[in-house]
């Protein structure tokens, strides 16, 4: 059994991975900002040894890395590293301190969906700040593994789901008022001929693939792994069956980008954007075959989070 230090450990990853390590016999150091709890009870958080940290200050005094290698980690898991500077610095202080550094990054990092599944190797194109850090991060985890032998495993999730937040909807944004409609039976216009795609996860498939890198670690080391569901969804498919979820008929229609956008506000506008642009559709073959990856469907995944939106009445079915 070992120390595991997970940083980020009461966010959605967090909420899932750290019981499910306590319950495997692991002995584990939640890192955090002391700024929120995980969105789930379980007990055994009471087994826990709790860290209240702020990355971004100890990183500006150039601390944050050697305060979590004083913290003797057998395995790191980082939840929340976004930029290449960051990364340098926990991996460096983690050198020769650590046997298994595990870095969250994304789907993103593949920017548009060119080949599809789309496979963990292919060369990344990314745009945006957010998948431009985070592949620089990828490259050089890789690298630094290749070239110096540094325990580092890269998990790359998509569109996170699971009881405690809402899900990326059908409309491709994050405002529950699409769900609202959809339970309505009312009709759902969305972009375009609704083709587009988003790839959910659970996040309790994510902790659970991390814990199989963790056991398989001979092969997992030097490796990046997709964190997606067997099959991503179209906008149209996850939408009809979102009215069958309520007990409707599909009610959808369609319109152009730009007639589309009109009608929505802005921040939802710009999240739909974010997502169809890049229409992610990625392949998990790789961690199936290495692994033994077997995570459940996107509907079944977004289900779960629905029944504890209606149950907690943020959805009103």
Not at 131 to 137: D, E, P, R, S
Request: proline share 5%; aromatic share 8%; charged share 20%.
């Amino acid at each position: 059994m070992a120390r595991v230090v997970v940083i980020g450990a009461t966010g959605h990853i967090g909420t899932y991975l750290v019981p499910r390590l306590v319950r495997l016999g692991h002995e584990v150091v939640a890192v955090t900002r002391g700024t929120s709890k995980p969105y789930l009870p379980d007990p055994a958080w009471a087994q826990v040894e709790f860290i209240t940290l702020d990355r971004d200050t100890l990183e500006r005094q150039g601390t944050f890395g050697s305060t979590i290698a004083n913290l003797q980690g057998d395995v790191v898991i980082d939840n929340i590293c976004f930029t290449l500077d960051s990364a340098r610095q926990l991996v460096e202080a983690l050198k020769g301190n650590v046997q298994h550094f595990l870095h969250i990054g994304t789907i993103w990092t593949h920017g548009h969906s060119e080949v599809v599944p789309t496979p963990e190797d292919v060369t990344k194109r990314p745009f945006g700040d957010y998948g431009i850090q985070k592949a620089a991060i990828e490259a050089y985890l890789l690298e630094l593994a290749r070239r110096e032998g540094f325990p580092a495993t890269i998990i790359h999730p998509g569109h996170i789901v699971g009881q405690g937040w809402a899900p990326l909807n059908p409309a491709g944004h994050f405002d529950l008022s699409a769900f609202s409609t959809i339970a309505r039976g009312d009709t759902l216009e969305l972009p375009n001929f609704g083709m587009e795609t988003v790839h959910h996860i659970h996040a309790d498939d994510i902790a659970a693939l991390l814990i199989l890198a963790m056991t398989h670690w001979s092969v997992a080391v030097g490796e990046a792994f997709h964190a997606v569901s067997p099959g991503a969804l179209t906008l149209r498919h996850y939408a009809s069956a979102m009215y069958r979820y309520f007990g409707h008929e599909p009610a959808l229609s369609f319109a152009p980008w730009d007639d589309w956008k009109s009608r929505q506000i802005e921040a939802n506008a710009n999240a739909t954007w974010e997502h169809v642009v890049r229409s992610p559709n990625c392949s998990i073959e790789k961690g199936k075959r290495l692994l033994g990856y077997a995570p459940r469907s996107s509907l079944a995944a977004v289900e779960d989070a629905l029944g504890w939106l209606i149950a907690n009445d943020r959805i009103k079915a």
